[in-house]
T-cell receptor, first 117, second 117 residues
Framework: GAVVSQHPSRVICKSGTSVKIECRSL??????MFWYRQFPKQSLMLMAT?????????EQGVEKDKFLINHASLTLSTLTVTSAHPEDSSFYIC?????????????FGPGTRLTVL | AQSVTQPDIHITVSEGASLELRCNYS??????LFWYVQSPGQGLQLLLK??????LVQGIKGFEAEFKRSQSSFNLRKPSVHWSDAAEYFC???????????????FGKGTHLIIQP
């Protein structure tokens, strides 16, 4: 149980285009979803927190107009990288927490590798 | 602000030998502590977590960790490593919940574990 999926697993796009990444909780309702970014050989950095039906809360230094987050349902959050540039190339990982016994752990998706040419 | 320090960027251990990965944290209250493992190009897998109670926690794959409040440490140990343990290991700390709801985790920079045959 408590599985989180991400789609796509890899995406390559041209500079200036927008890319949408989906994060789904497959077998539980995710009251909160998180988006992290990981540069090569580095740690995960929290980008934003989203609660279902609310606006996302972005960490300091993260451009909210560039990284659009939508958490429209209890099982789906999307991250849209708008007008992507090569410096946005990274590994994006989402995680989710649920209710009840699931509140004490974050369940991570497998990640999405974004390459901007 | 909370922070996590993993002082060892790389560790090389012979197969069958014991392992200890260090983690120190800075946090203003009783932390929730986690160890995750990440294989190349993959998401994160939870090895173990500490919330309260017994300071020695057992995890999956034969790992254990000990919470030492006086030293602000949460070191990961394994008595005998296997070649399949080669991966990146991340220590993380978080409150899980604060006044506004669920919170993201703060990760250390990771320790790259190399297993020698």
């Amino acid at each position: 149980g408590a599985v989180v999926s991400q789609h796509p697993s890899r995406v390559i796009c041209k500079s200036g285009t927008s890319v949408k990444i989906e994060c789904r909780s497959l077998d539980f309702q995710a009251t909160t979803m998180f988006w992290y970014r990981q540069f090569p050989k580095q740690s995960l950095m929290l980008m934003a927190t989203s609660n279902e039906g609310s606006k996302a809360t972005y960490e300091q230094g993260v451009e909210k107009d560039k990284f659009l987050i939508n958490h429209a349902s209890l099982t789906l959050s999307t991250l849209t990288v708008t007008s992507a540039h090569p410096e946005d190339s990274s590994f994006y990982i989402c995680s989710a927490t649920g209710g009840g016994a699931l509140i004490y752990e974050q369940f991570f998706g497998p990640g999405t590798r974004l390459t901007v040419l | 602000a909370q922070s996590v320090t993993q002082p060892d960027i790389h560790i090389t251990v012979s197969e069958g030998a014991s392992l200890e990965l260090r983690c120190n944290y800075s946090y203003g209250a009783t932390p929730y502590l986690f160890w995750y493992v990440q294989s190349p190009g993959q998401g994160l897998q939870l090895l173990l977590k500490y919330f309260s109670g017994d300071t020695l926690v057992q995890g999956i794959k034969g790992f254990e960790a000990e919470f030492k409040r006086s030293q602000s440490s949460f070191n990961l140990r394994k008595p005998s490593v296997h070649w399949s343990d080669a991966a990146e290991y991340f220590c993380a700390v978080g409150p899980l919940y604060s006044g506004g709801g669920a919170d993201g985790l703060t990760f250390g920079k990771g320790t790259h574990l190399i297993i020698q045959p």
